[in-house]
């Protein structure tokens, strides 16, 4: 069973339903029972940095997930989630994260850039994987975001997007691992992204 | 790279889809579940469902399509008429779509953009403008279905929808739209020099060239009704000749 973590960041149906095309069962929660018991965590996400790390602590949620981590459980942050799981951010302020993969969130700022970096755009590997097992580098996901991650290592970077600068599209560090695009969105390559996650849980 | 976005847009009256007879494959075209799921395995990037529903009543058959297309499909969409609200914004996101289109209700009450943006954030406005050309050289904002002119300058209407928050714009050209004759390539281009945020093409494309040149001039997608519903143009075709013709493109 993947907890999703309910707190009010949005839809979290599209997540659960592209879970189960690829044969996981999920589950919206915000019980830390539940997270507990999970097999991975979903910290998924859409809206404002510091509202989303607001809620967290409303709710109660940051020693669960940390205490999640630390036994080894695997965490997937989805696009806001996966920024959250950086040192800070700089949307609209300066604003503390999650802190498990060292790094910043910070705006893109290239003259003349359409921004949100919004649509599909193709994955470049950094690393290897196997969480892109099957993806290659004619494979699109779809973006929408208008800060993106500067890891302190691009090593923590398994594949990027070429938007003005190299966007980490999947990062990875241990356990904790993160998709700023929308793999419940990114149509069949996004099914493949997310059935490796399925293998490396099973 | 970033691509070029092609994206099919559907009427919805009373649950069904308003045109588009002429598909073989698919068992049932006036259903919007199905048709959305057709355009998906052809490559569409994403799709725009308008809710011409007249009246009030019938919303709540609309919101259970919305949550239908939502299970089925697993690229983006976008859900326009009838929103006015903030309340509005919240129903059919909850119900599963990525974006929301406003269009007059935004003329009226620029604030909603706004609040909708900070409430839900910018990614999921969609600012969705209908424009004529005035015969002075620019555009005019026109609202409820095309009918009315606001007398708005329609590219200072798109910085300000930018300003207040809005993710995107959609740029419907009435002079353009129905007639095939291709997009409104200078408004197009104006538009795209204006503005930092995306914006999506609307309004007269009849040919695969069309669309060709709107993405060439700066627009980041283009959208398109009667061409794909008649089959005039498939779009696996149409991304195959986008490629050809070196536009970045998502080829499936």
Same mark, same amino acid.
């Given at each position: 069973?993947?907890?999703?973590?309910?707190?009010?960041?949005?839809?979290?149906?599209?997540?659960?339903?592209?879970?189960?095309?690829?044969?996981?069962? #999920?589950?919206?929660?915000?019980?830390? +029972?539940?997270?507990?018991?999970?097999?991975?965590?979903?910290?998924?996400?859409? #809206?404002?940095?510091?509202?989303?790390?607001?809620?967290?602590?409303?709710?109660?949620?940051?020693?669960?997930?940390?205490?999640?981590? +630390?036994?080894?459980?695997?965490? /997937?942050?989805?696009?806001?989630?996966?920024?959250?799981?950086?040192?800070?951010?700089?949307?609209?302020?300066?604003?503390?994260?999650?802190?498990?993969?060292?790094?910043?969130?910070?705006?893109?700022?290239?003259?003349?850039?359409?921004?949100?970096?919004?649509?599909?755009?193709? /994955?470049?590997?950094?690393?290897?994987?196997?969480?892109?097992?099957?993806?290659?580098?004619?494979?699109?996901?779809?973006?929408?975001?208008?800060?993106?991650?500067?890891?302190?290592?691009?090593?923590?970077?398994?594949?990027?997007?070429?938007?003005?600068?190299?966007?980490?599209?999947?990062?990875?560090?241990?356990?904790?691992?993160?998709?700023?695009?929308?793999?419940?969105?990114?149509?069949?390559?996004?099914?493949? /992204?997310? +059935?490796?996650?399925?293998?490396?849980?099973? | 790279?970033?691509?070029?976005?092609?994206?099919?847009?559907?009427?919805?009256?009373?649950?069904?889809?308003?045109?588009?007879?002429?598909?073989?494959?698919?068992?049932?075209?006036?259903?919007?579940?199905?048709?959305?799921?057709?355009?998906?395995?052809?490559?569409? $990037?994403?799709?725009?469902?308008?809710?011409?529903?007249?009246?009030?009543?019938?919303? $709540?058959?609309?919101?259970?399509?919305?949550?239908?297309?939502?299970?089925?499909?697993?690229?983006?969409?976008?859900?326009?008429?009838?929103?006015?609200?903030?309340?509005?914004?919240?129903?059919?996101?909850?119900?599963? &779509?990525?974006?929301?289109?406003?269009?007059?209700?935004?003329?009226?009450?620029?604030?909603?953009?706004?609040?909708?943006?900070?409430?839900?954030?910018?990614?999921?406005?969609?600012?969705?403008?209908?424009?004529?050309?005035?015969?002075?050289?620019?555009?005019?904002?026109?609202?409820?279905?095309?009918?009315?002119?606001?007398?708005?300058?329609?590219?200072?209407?798109?910085?300000?929808?930018?300003?207040?928050?809005?993710?995107?714009?959609?740029?419907?050209?009435?002079?353009?739209?129905?007639?095939?004759?291709?997009?409104?390539?200078?408004?197009?281009?104006?538009?795209?020099?204006?503005?930092?945020?995306?914006?999506?093409?609307?309004?007269?494309?009849?040919?695969?060239?069309?669309?060709?040149?709107?993405?060439?001039?700066?627009?980041?997608? &283009?959208?398109?009704?009667?061409?794909?519903?008649?089959?005039?143009?498939?779009?696996? $075709?149409?991304?195959?000749?986008?490629?050809?013709?070196?536009?970045?493109?998502?080829?499936?």
């Amino acid at each position: 069973m993947i907890a999703i973590v309910d707190y009010d960041v949005g839809n979290l149906k599209n997540v659960y339903t592209t879970l189960g095309d690829v044969g996981l069962e #999920g589950v919206i929660t915000r019980d830390k +029972k539940v997270l507990d018991n999970a097999d991975a965590i979903i910290l998924p996400g859409v #809206g404002a940095f510091s509202d989303a790390m607001e809620n967290l602590r409303k709710y109660d949620l940051i020693d669960s997930l940390e205490s999640n981590i +630390k036994k080894g459980k695997t965490l /997937l942050g989805i696009c806001l989630g996966m920024q959250l799981l950086f040192d800070k951010s700089y949307e609209d302020g300066e604003f503390q994260g999650l802190g498990y993969i060292p790094g910043e969130i910070v705006k893109f700022s290239a003259p003349g850039l359409k921004i949100p970096h919004m649509g599909w755009n193709n /994955l470049i590997i950094n690393r290897d994987s196997p969480l892109v097992h099957n993806i290659g580098s004619e494979d699109y996901v779809y973006f929408v975001h208008s800060y993106y991650a500067n890891p302190e290592n691009f090593d923590d970077v398994v594949a990027y997007a070429d938007y003005s600068v190299k966007v980490p599209g999947i990062v990875q560090r241990d356990n904790v691992i993160g998709m700023q695009f929308h793999p419940e969105k990114s149509s069949n390559v996004g099914l493949q /992204l997310l +059935k490796n996650i399925k293998e490396i849980l099973s | 790279m970033l691509t070029k976005r092609i994206i099919p847009c559907l009427d919805v009256d009373n649950g069904r889809v308003v045109k588009g007879k002429k598909f073989m494959n698919i068992q049932d075209v006036a259903d919007p579940v199905e048709l959305g799921r057709y355009y998906s395995d052809q490559g569409a $990037d994403e799709l725009v469902f308008y809710d011409i529903t007249a009246t009030y009543e019938n919303r $709540d058959i609309f919101i259970d399509i919305v949550e239908k297309v939502a299970e089925a499909i697993r690229i983006p969409f976008t859900i326009g008429g009838g929103i006015s609200k903030v309340e509005d914004f919240r129903r059919v996101l909850m119900a599963g &779509a990525d974006k929301v289109s406003v269009n007059s209700s935004a003329v009226n009450n620029p604030q909603l953009i706004r609040d909708a943006a900070l409430k839900f954030g910018a990614q999921c406005v969609v600012l969705s403008i209908d424009a004529k050309r005035n015969g002075h050289g620019s555009w005019d904002v026109y609202v409820k279905g095309g009918r009315e002119n606001t007398f708005i300058d329609a590219i200072e209407w798109a910085k300000r929808g930018q300003d207040l928050g809005a993710g995107e714009i959609c740029i419907n050209s009435i002079d353009a739209d129905g007639v095939k004759k291709g997009y409104d390539l200078e408004l197009n281009k104006l538009l795209s020099e204006s503005l930092t945020i995306p914006i999506i093409a609307s309004g007269g494309a009849g040919t695969m060239k069309d669309f060709a040149d709107v993405l060439n001039v700066g627009a980041d997608a &283009a959208l398109a009704a009667s061409v794909f519903h008649y089959k005039q143009i498939p779009i696996r $075709d149409l991304k195959n000749y986008l490629f050809n013709q070196k536009i970045p493109i998502r080829k499936i």
